[in-house]
């Protein structure tokens, strides 16, 4: 989520999810504020599903990790890093360029993949959405943030 809209629901979230969960599990203990026991089980699940969605708010926004941000970041670096390190070879053999980008991305624990559509349309090594990281869940996350690109 974009972290300029994030710090705006999150309080929202919290206090209305807050709110609902105390509702729900002051009735378990017999203290009832709405009109049946059904409408008090309803207002704890939604109670939970409002703080797990501000969790998930967290979790995919660039604020809270690397991600996607870091992704650009990586790719940035080692696009910086082998551009100091051969100079004149952007101009006299491109492809060892593209190689050691790649190899670069490697190391810092990336995969090459093509699945995404701004990497089929420019299958580049410069190209932040053909890697995807190899940590099971950043790998989700980083594609879940991809779809919204």
């Not at 209305?16 to 008090?40: A, M, P, R």
């Not at 490697?106 to 053909?130: I, M, P, Q």
């Amino acid at each position: 989520m974009n972290e300029g809209i994030a710090p705006f629901f999150t309080p929202l979230t919290l206090i209305l999810g807050g709110g609902l969960v105390v509702i729900g599990v002051f009735s378990l203990f017999d203290v009832h504020f709405l009109k049946s026991k059904t409408q008090e089980r309803l207002a704890l699940v939604f109670g939970l599903v409002f703080i797990l969605a501000t969790e998930a708010m967290f979790v995919t926004s660039d604020i809270s990790g690397r991600y996607f941000e870091g992704q650009k970041i990586d790719v940035t670096d080692c696009e910086f890093q082998i551009e100091r390190d051969y100079p004149l070879e952007r101009r006299d053999n491109p492809r060892l360029i593209h190689q050691k980008i790649r190899a670069c991305m490697d190391t810092l624990g990336y995969d090459w993949t093509d699945v995404h559509e701004h990497c089929r349309e420019a299958k580049v090594s410069t190209n932040v959405f053909c890697y995807l990281p190899r940590s099971a869940m950043q790998r989700e996350i980083v594609a879940f943030q991809m779809r919204f690109e």
